[in-house]
T-cell receptor
């Protein structure tokens, strides 16, 4: 079974902190994604990566950056956390052009 | 601008009934339309998907109906069960675009026993 593992289920951070969300997949997938899930807004794409060290902005990249130094690991970075970044963050991976995306269990981040 | 619009936001159905969730899209370049199911505390998981060369796809109690001319697709859950209670997301993507999906806003389904 494909496994996408996010390092934390719950995080509480203070405003202004630098926050790292980590994601690891074990299926050698080329593509990895970070989504943000908010009630009534669905899943919105923050960033994605189609290869090591390659990244592309999604629909809502402001306030975020990403890092992909190894194929299996994709990190989301909140440079200076703000309260409006309180949300559920979902990592996903996939292989090929248009195939199934496998999601992690999510990280619920609260910024206070 | 939301690329995929989903309705209703929430749905209550009696056990054994039919659940219907609708989605509409704007971009005619989309050519892959999956539905994802998410249980509380879990990430979304692929439920069923369709490509626009067919008008319907059925897997067990789950059916996608696709209307290319209307740019609409829907999920039908027949004989709905309490275990189907979850949040459902429709999505759309364009082949060759790195699996970049555009998701609907989600429908929270509650199947009452």
């Amino acid at each position: 079974d494909v496994k996408v593992t996010q390092s934390s289920r719950y995080l509480v951070k203070r405003t202004g902190e630098k926050v790292f969300l980590e994601c690891v997949q074990d299926m050698d997938h080329e593509n990895m994604f970070w989504y943000r899930q908010d009630p009534g807004l669905g899943l919105r794409l923050i960033y994605f990566s189609y290869d090591v060290k390659m990244k592309e902005k999604g629909d809502i990249p402001e306030g975020y950056s990403v890092s992909r130094e190894k194929k299996e690991r994709f990190s989301l970075i909140l440079e200076s956390a703000s309260t409006n970044q309180t949300s559920m963050y979902l990592c996903a991976s996939s292989s090929g052009w248009v195939t199934e995306a496998f999601f992690g269990q999510g990280t619920r981040l609260t910024v206070v | 601008q939301q690329q995929v619009k989903q309705s209703p936001q929430s749905l209550i159905v009696q056990k054994g009934g039919i659940s219907i969730i609708n989605c509409a899209y704007e971009n005619t370049a989309f050519d892959y339309f999956p539905w994802y199911q998410q249980f509380p505390g879990k990430g979304p998981a692929l439920l069923i998907a369709i490509r626009p060369d067919v008008s319907e796809k059925k897997e067990g109690r789950f059916t996608i109906s696709f209307n290319k001319s209307a740019k609409q697709f829907s999920l039908h859950i027949m004989d709905s069960q309490p275990g189907d209670s979850a949040t459902y997301f429709c999505a759309a993507s364009k082949e060759g675009n790195f699996n970049k999906f555009y998701f609907g806003s989600g429908t929270k389904l509650n199947v009452k026993p």
